[in-house]
C-alpha cells in the first residue's frame, strides 16, 4: 500500500493526511502546480505500473516511446540507433554474451542517443563539426538521458552501459573491471564505427577498411583491438555488400511520421527533455521520490555533488540515515527538523539553506567520491507532486551548490529570458507560444475548461514599412503588443507568431467569449495612435478558435490561421470565428474561394505541386561538390536530409505549427536535391564542366505562385553562386 495512505514511521505520515480521499478540504485547493511540478510529475508518469518484467533492462512500452519521440526528432539519429543495435548485438554473441546481457547491450545501443531529443536544432541539425561548448551541451543531454531513464525504471545495468558510451576512459575506476565494462566497450566502439561509416554533410563516409583504421588508431580501454577483430569478422562473414550496407543506406526523408498520438507523446519528451536541460544548468541536481518515499530518480549531479551512486539509492526507502543535514552554522539537525520532515508537517514548499554531509552513504554503504565525509553547503527546494486531482503522488528535491563560483542566478535568469522572449517586443516568441499553448491544451483536457486562440495580423504592414521606414514599423509592433498585454487578462499569453502575426491563449474561455474579446481588441487597435502620431493607424485582422475533443496544437492553431486568412480574404479589419466542423464543410462561403486562391501543400508528397529543375555546369570535381555543399549549409542555416555520392537533400527554412508560407524568406520552407551528373561520377578527381542538376520543391501550404518563384529562383542563385561560374537562370518552373 502507497505511503501516502499508509505511513511508516519515520518520514511520511503527514504524506497520509494529505491524501486521504477528495474530501470537503478539497473544495478550497491549493494553487495551480507551477511547471517544476508539472513536467517532473510527468518524469515520473514515465514509469509503467509494476515496471519493467523480470530480467528485461527497461519495459518495452517505455523503450517504444522513446524510440517514437527519437523518430519525431531526428530520423538520421533514430536510423543511426538501429544500425548501433544490430552491429552491438552482433559483436556479442561472437564474443559469447548472451542472454540478459546480450538484451543489455542491444538496448543501450539502441537507446544511448535517446538525449539528442532535448539537443537544439541549431546543433542537432549543424552541419559540421560541434565546437567545445556544443560539445559540453551533447555532453549535458547525455547526462539528461540517464535521469529519464531512470525515471522509466531502466536497470542498472543498462544505465551503466549508457553512460560509458562516449565517456573519457578513467582507469583508476575499479569498478570498470574487463567482465562487468565488455558491454559498454562492445556498444561504444559498434556506435563509433558506425558514425564513422555513415556519410555526414561535412565529409564522406568512411569505407569499412578505413572505420577500422581509424578505430585501430584509438584502441584503449574502451576501443580494444579484441571487440575490433569481432566486429570486423562479423561484418565480413554477414555479407557487407547485402546487409550492412543496406542498413547504412541514408534514410530518405525526415521520417516525422503522423500518427496524432505518438506525435503528443514527442511533444512530451521533448518538454521533459527541455526542462531537465534547464534544471540542469541552474542547479547541481535533483531526486524524485514516490509515494512510498523510494527513490526513483537520483540524477547524475547529485551524484558528483553529494558523493552517492544512483545505484546504491534507487529503490531504497528515504530514512533519516540516508542523508545527514546540519544547519548553515554546523549543527547536526535531527528528525523533524531536516527540510524533507518539515515540508511534510506543513504540507508547504520549502527552501532553505543547510549543509549536507557528502559521501555518508545509504543505509551503512559508503558514498563515492573522493571528499567523502565533507560537508557541502547547498539550497535545498522540496515540494510535493501532485496529480490533476491534487493527489499528493511524490516529492521532488533540488540541490544547488552555493559554493559553486559559476552559479549565477541573475545571468541564467537572463539568459532563460533571452530563450523565450521576442527581443523587440519583450512577449513570448514561437517557441515559448508553442509550450505554453500544449500546456494549455492539456490542462484543459483534464480539467474539462474551454480554451481559445486568438490569430491577428496587422493589416498592409509591408505599405507601412515601406512608406514610414522599419523605424516606425518596429514602434508600430510594439505598441500593438503594449495593447495587447494591457487589454488581456492575468494567465492568459501573448506571444509573437512571426513577422506581424500575434497569438494570444485565452484558458477558460469559450469560442464566442473569445470572438467578442478580440472584437473589442481590434477596435482598439483601429482607434489608437502610435506614440501619438496621427499616421500610420494600423488595423488588424483576427481569427478565432477554440479547443475541440481530439484536438492538437498543431489543429487548433491552423483552425485560427484559417479563420484569419479568412478575415483577410474577406476585407480584413474584422473578425472570424472557425469551428472544425465549418472549416471542413466549407460553410463559410469565403472557404471555397481560399481554396481556389492558394495552393495547398502538405510537403513534397502532394501531387501536382510546384517545382524548379534547373541543370548547372558546375566547374567542379565530384570530390569538391560535397564540400561546396557545407559551405552552403552552414551560411544558411540548412538542414541536411541526406548524404550520397549522387545526391545531396537538405531543407531551408520553416513553417512553424500552422504549416503556411509566410512572408519572411525563413517562413517559406523548400526541400532541395542537388544530384550529381554522370559525367561528374566519373571524373571523380577531375575538374571540369560537369552537370548538377538542382530540384528545389515547397514544403508546408498556402504557396502563391508569385511568392513561389521568387523563393525558388533566389535559392537556384544561391546555390549556383556556390557551384557555378557564368551560369543564366535556365530552368523550368513548374
Known amino acids: 500500500m502507497s505511503v ?33 511540478p508539472r513536467l517532473l510529475m510527468d518524469l515520473m508518469d514515465l514509469r509503467p505500473p509494476g515496471g519493467a518484467p523480470p530480467g528485461a533492462p527497461i519495459a518495452a512500452v517505455c523503450r517504444n516511446a522513446l524510440i517514437d519521440a527519437l523518430r519525431h526528432r531526428d530520423h538520421r539519429t533514430l536510423t543511426h540507433s538501429h ?50 561548448d556544443e560539445a559540453e551541451l551533447m555532453d549535458l543531454h547525455r547526462g539528461i538521458c540517464s535521469t529519464v531513464l531512470q525515471a522509466c525504471g531502466a536497470s542498472d545495468d543498462l544505465l551503466a552501459v549508457i553512460a560509458r558510451v562516449g565517456a573519457e576512459d578513467d582507469p583508476d575506476d575499479d569498478a570498470r573491471s574487463e567482465v562487468h ?7 561504444s566502439l559498434c556506435e563509433a564505427y558506425d558514425s564513422l561509416r555513415t556519410a555526414q554533410p561535412y565529409r564522406d563516409g568512411y569505407p569499412h577498411e578505413a572505420a577500422l583504421k581509424a578505430l585501430s588508431g584509438r584502441t584503449s580501454h574502451r576501443y580494444d583491438p579484441t571487440i575490433l577483430d569481432n566486429l570486423d569478422r562479423w561484418v565480413r562473414t554477414q555479407g557487407e555488400a547485402s546487409a550492412l550496407d543496406e542498413l547504412l543506406a541514408p534514410a530518405q526523408g525526415a521520417g516525422t511520421g503522423s500518427d496524432p498520438a505518438s506525435a503528443l507523446r514527442a511533444v512530451r519528451f521533448c518538454h521533459i527533455f527541455g526542462y531537465l536541460s534547464l534544471l540542469e544548468t541552474l542547479y547541481e541536481g535533483f531526486c524524485l521520490l514516490d509515494a512510498d518515499l523510494r527513490c526513483t530518480v537520483w540524477s547524475p549531479g547529485l551524484e558528483g555533488l553529494l558523493g552517492h551512486r544512483a545505484s546504491d539509492l534507487r529503490g531504497e526507502i528515504r530514512t533519516a540515515g540516508t542523508l545527514e543535514f546540519a544547519d548553515a552554522d554546523g549543527n547536526p539537525l535531527s528528525d523533524g527538523d531536516r527540510p524533507l520532515d518539515r515540508m511534510l ?7 532553505e539553506t543547510v549543509k549536507v554531509r557528502r559521501g555518508a552513504g545509504a543505509n551503512g554503504r559508503p558514498g563515492a567520491g573522493a571528499n567523502a565525509d565533507e560537508w557541502v553547503d547547498v539550497e535545498v527546494q522540496v515540494f510535493h507532486l501532485t496529480d490533476s486531482d491534487g493527489g499528493v503522488r511524490g516529492v521532488a528535491e533540488i540541490y544547488r551548490n552555493l559554493n559553486r563560483p559559476l552559479s549565477r542566478p541573475r545571468e541564467y535568469k537572463e539568459l532563460r529570458r533571452a530563450a523565450t522572449r521576442d527581443p523587440l517586443t519583450g512577449v513570448a516568441n514561437r517557441g515559448e507560444l508553442e ?7 492539456r490542462e484543459s483536457r483534464e480539467e474539462g475548461r474551454p480554451l481559445a486562440v486568438m490569430f491577428l495580423d496587422l493589416d498592409h504592414f509591408k505599405s507601412i514599412n515601406d512608406t514610414w521606414g522599419h523605424g516606425v514599423g518596429d514602434e508600430v509592433l510594439k505598441h500593438l503588443t503594449t495593447l495587447l498585454k494591457a487589454e488581456c487578462y492575468s494567465g492568459e499569453t501573448v506571444g509573437r507568431y512571426g513577422g506581424e502575426e500575434f497569438v494570444v491563449v485565452c484558458p477558460q474561455t469559450d469560442l464566442a467569449a473569445a470572438a467578442k474579446r478580440a472584437d473589442r481588441l481590434r477596435r482598439v487597435i483601429a482607434e489608437t495612435k502610435v506614440n501619438g502620431r496621427s499616421q500610420p493607424r494600423p488595423t488588424a485582422s483576427f481569427g478565432v478558435a477554440a479547443a475541440e475533443p481530439g484536438d492538437t496544437v498543431e489543429s487548433l492553431v491552423q483552425r485560427a490561421d484559417a479563420a484569419l486568412y479568412l478575415s483577410k480574404d474577406t476585407g480584413r479589419n474584422k473578425v472570424t470565428a472557425l469551428t472544425e466542423a465549418q472549416r471542413r464543410d466549407g460553410a463559410d462561403p469565403a472557404a471555397a474561394e481560399r481554396r481556389d486562391r492558394v495552393a495547398d501543400f502538405r510537403g513534397a508528397a502532394a501531387g501536382g505541386g510546384f517545382r524548379l529543375e534547373q541543370t548547372v555546369q558546375a566547374c567542379l570535381a565530384a570530390s569538391m561538390v560535397t564540400h561546396k555543399m557545407r559551405g552552403f549549409l552552414e551560411d544558411h ?33 523548400v526541400e532541395v536535391r ?16 560537369n552537370d548538377v542538376t538542382l530540384v528545389i520543391t515547397p514544403l508546408g501550404w498556402g504557396v502563391k505562385r508569385a511568392v513561389w518563384e521568387e523563393r525558388s529562383g533566389q535559392v537556384a542563385r544561391d546555390l549556383r553562386a556556390y557551384l557555378a561560374a557564368g551560369q543564366s537562370d535556365v530552368g523550368q518552373w513548374k
Open 4 to 36: 501516502l495512505l499508509s505511513a511508516p514511521p519515520p518520514l511520511a505520515p503527514e504524506l497520509a493526511v494529505q491524501n486521504r480521499g477528495r474530501t470537503a478540504a478539497a473544495a478550497s485547493a491549493p494553487p495551480r502546480p507551477t511547471d517544476s
Open 674 to 689: 542537388v544530384k550529381v551528373g554522370a559525367e561528374l561520377m566519373k571524373t571523380r578527381s577531375a575538374a571540369g564542366l
Open 83 to 132: 544500425r548501433a543495435a544490430w552491429l552491438a548485438g552482433g559483436v556479442a554473441r561472437g564474443l559469447g554474451v548472451g542472454g540478459a546481457a546480450l538484451a543489455v547491450v542491444e538496448t543501450a545501443a539502441l537507446l544511448h542517443d535517446v538525449g539528442k531529443i532535448g539537443v537544439p536544432d541549431n546543433i542537432l541539425y549543424k552541419p559540421g563539426p560541434l565546437c567545445t
Open 637 to 669: 542555416a540548412a538542414r541536411a536530409i541526406s548524404v550520397t555520392d549522387s545526391e545531396i537533400r537538405f531543407k531551408l527554412g520553416h513553417a512553424g505549427l500552422t504549416g503556411r508560407w509566410g512572408r519572411r524568406r525563413d517562413d517559406c520552407p
Open 181 to 187: 565494462d565488455l558491454p559498454g566497450r562492445i556498444v
Open 345 to 351: 508537517s506543513t504540507g508547504r514548499p520549502l527552501a
Open 435 to 441: 509550450s505554453r499553448l500544449a500546456r494549455a491544451l
